[in-house]
């Protein structure tokens, strides 16, 4: 029978997405709730044909539910995560909360779906939690994946393109905002950033390490090493926050242990799942964010021999994911699929 269903932080951008991608996937739901703060309880929300009321999440909020998408930010997840779990549900947890903990498979469906049955996790029979990735990391390795798999990559350059949507609603907001301000001759209102976002790019905002690296720089490193299961090959990244609304892009160097050319890159890349070439030379179209927007494929062109690495073993791409779809809502239903 269809799984009881609960969204935590339903009135997210994130949880707003689980419901439009849940819809349009037809994903089988036997009951439904919607779950967030106190702020938001009682407000309605449409789903299918129906209007749900959302009830204020408490541990008590899990009885008979049997699948519980979380995005809601990491304390939230820390603080009822278990409690879905004790009450028999697999959570699908959207935050950063429990990616690298020992056990809990950290999934991106067209790269590690073996990873769930290997934590023996069911809907029904065996709960638990099952962790997303963040979004950079799987738009990074939807189509670095295929060609690890074809030539062994040993090392990965990247360098991601931010979009808004990842610092939340209320960056996006400040976006548009300040775009109009600065076109207007306005001074820039500064409220989520203490500098200008609009016509403007910055190193990510997240917390800054002792090793020089900030965190979403260093969640690229160690949860490609946890994904691939190999924590040899070498991650070095360079996360910039640029002003776009919902979609990433990231330039891929990879040096690889053994020889590949254009044309293999190019054919394993076509036949690759969530991947959609865009790699026209002849009219110089490549991926933009918006070509990716509200689209469920990483969109991949750029693919050139690196010039820089002797016999082939060398290759870069340009590459546009959307960051709420894929690199959140859309990657965290597939791995519910893979549990029906
Ligand atoms: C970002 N990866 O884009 C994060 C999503 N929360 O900032």
């Known amino acids: 029978s269809a799984p009881n269903v609960a969204i935590v932080g339903v009135t997210g951008a994130v949880g707003q ?39 204020e999440l408490t541990e008590k909020s899990f009885k008979g539910v ?67 990735p963040n979004c950079s990391t799987i738009i990074m390795l939807v189509p670095v994946t295929p060609l690890h798999k074809a030539a062994k990559a040993k090392r990965i350059i990247v360098s991601t393109y931010q979009a808004a949507s990842g610092a939340g609603a209320a960056a996006m907001a400040e976006l548009e905002q300040q775009s109009r301000e600065v076109l207007e001759g306005k001074p820039p209102t500064m409220e989520i950033f203490p500098f200008q976002y609009a016509f403007n790019l910055f190193s990510h905002n997240s917390d800054m390490q002792p090793n020089g690296y900030n965190q ?19 991650v070095n990244a360079t996360c910039i926050r640029v002003p776009v609304m919902r979609a990433h892009a990231e330039s891929i160097t990879i040096e690889f242990e053994n020889p590949i050319d254009e044309a293999t890159a190019r054919e394993v890349l076509r036949q690759s799942p969530g991947v959609s070439l865009m790699d026209d030379r002849e009219s110089n179209r490549f991926p933009t964010p918006l070509d990716a927007s509200d689209r469920d494929n990483v969109y991949v062109g750029r693919i050139r021999t690196d010039l820089s690495v002797t016999d082939g073993r060398g290759l870069s791409l340009f590459v546009c994911g959307d960051q709420i779809r894929k690199g959140a809502a859309l990657n965290a239903v597939q791995i519910a699929e893979l549990l029906l």
């Open 17 to 55: 997405e689980f419901l439009r991608v849940l819809e349009q996937r037809n994903f089988p739901i036997g009951e439904l709730k919607m779950l967030a703060s106190a702020r938001s309880a009682g407000k309605s929300v449409a789903f299918r044909d129906k209007t749900y009321t959302i009830e």
């Open 66 to 132: 049997d699948l519980a998408l979380f995005s809601a930010g990491g304390s939230i997840s820390k603080k009822y995560a278990d409690a879905a779990v004790a009450a028999g549900a697999v959570v699908v947890d959207n935050s950063s909360a429990f990616r690298m903990t020992e056990g809990v498979p950290l999934v991106v469906p067209e790269v590690n779906p073996e990873a769930i049955e290997q934590a023996g996790i069911k809907l029904g029979e065996k709960p638990g939690i099952i962790a997303n």
């Open 216 to 234: 979403e720089e260093m969640k690229m490193v160690h949860e490609t090493h946890k994904i691939w299961n190999d924590a040899k090959v070498g």
